[in-house]
């Protein structure tokens, strides 16, 4: 039995995406991240975004039990991971992050039958937390100066894109061996909160009903150099899910970018929307952290 046959509680809600416009056919959709004379701010973005209201959220609380979201399928997973990590040491201590890391890259080779994982990236995140794209003089997504929730649906590396962020991580002789066509290579994330999650919960989108047409790539630019990532245009076919107070010892796994996917859906789109729900609560916070995996095929 699929999810798709389940009848899931429903809370409706509004998410952003981009703007469908035929301009972006004429002229690459781009940010830029980086400081701009005042003259200039317009430059910014030519990126435009519309707001679709009552998008049905299917709550994944009212899955049962005998049936299981999947990486392979859906796109997107829950676990309960076997160890644990303290929330307050994560922002504070250096070796309880490290051996939070580590133990999770572990648990996510086991679990996927991987020949190698490697940890690459991890953001905390913080819903109070104003994010300002042209201040770059602190790194974003520490502890200590936290991202905001991402706020339009998207996935973070495109398929052009995979391969390169994959091989900046590995040696040459890895890149050889695994960058040949052999080997399946995916990008995972795994989202974990800090505390229960109360609002400004993850979404994430069956990538079973996403059509290549609903992903639009875009240059995300700074000084540091530019990388694409995908927008994702709205559809009513596309089945949005979400898990109501998401607990620290909850981890959801979701896919950024998948070499052989299996029904030719690449990745998962994703973003965070405000629960009407919700109420005045306190601040979600959260870490992300995102993952190479490298099977064989």
């Not at 519309?50 to 049936?67: A, D, K, Q, W």
């Not at 729900?277 to 095929?297: D, N, Y």
């Amino acid at each position: 039995m699929d999810i798709n046959t389940v009848d899931l509680p429903i809370t409706l809600a509004s998410i952003r995406c981009i703007k469908p416009s035929g301009l972006y056919s004429i002229k690459k959709p781009y940010q830029y991240s980086g400081v701009l004379p005042p003259s200039e701010e317009h430059l910014r973005s030519n990126v435009e975004y519309t707001t679709h209201e009552n998008v049905p959220m299917h709550n994944l609380r009212g899955l049962p039990s005998e049936i299981k979201v999947n990486l392979e399928e859906h796109g997107f997973a829950l676990h309960k991971l076997p160890f644990t990590a303290d929330s307050t040491a994560l922002k504070t201590d250096a070796t309880a992050l490290q051996t939070y890391l580590t133990d999770l890259a572990a648990w996510t080779k086991t679990h996927f039958n991987a020949e190698k994982v490697l940890w690459y990236n991890y953001r905390f995140r913080r819903s109070d937390q104003k994010q300002n794209i042209a201040d770059q003089e602190t790194e974003m997504g520490s502890a200590e100066l936290p991202n905001g929730p991402a706020s339009v649906a998207h996935i973070d590396i495109t398929l052009k894109g995979g391969p390169k962020r994959i091989r900046r991580h590995l040696t040459k002789a890895e890149a050889e061996k695994y960058l040949g066509g052999k080997y399946r290579l995916r990008i995972v994330n795994a989202w974990k909160p800090l505390s229960p999650v109360h609002d400004n919960p993850l979404a994430l989108c069956d990538r079973r009903t996403i059509s290549p047409s609903d992903l639009i790539t875009v240059n995300r630019v700074s000084d540091a150099g530019s990388r694409e990532f995908y927008y994702t245009i709205y559809q009513p076919q596309q089945k949005w899910y979400w898990l109501s107070t998401q607990q620290p010892d909850e981890t959801l796994f979701f896919l950024n970018y998948d070499s052989k996917p299996p029904n030719g859906a690449c990745a998962c789109p994703h973003t965070s929307f405000k629960d009407p729900g919700a109420g005045k609560v306190e601040p979600r916070e959260s870490i992300e952290v995102r993952m190479i995996v490298i099977s064989e095929s």
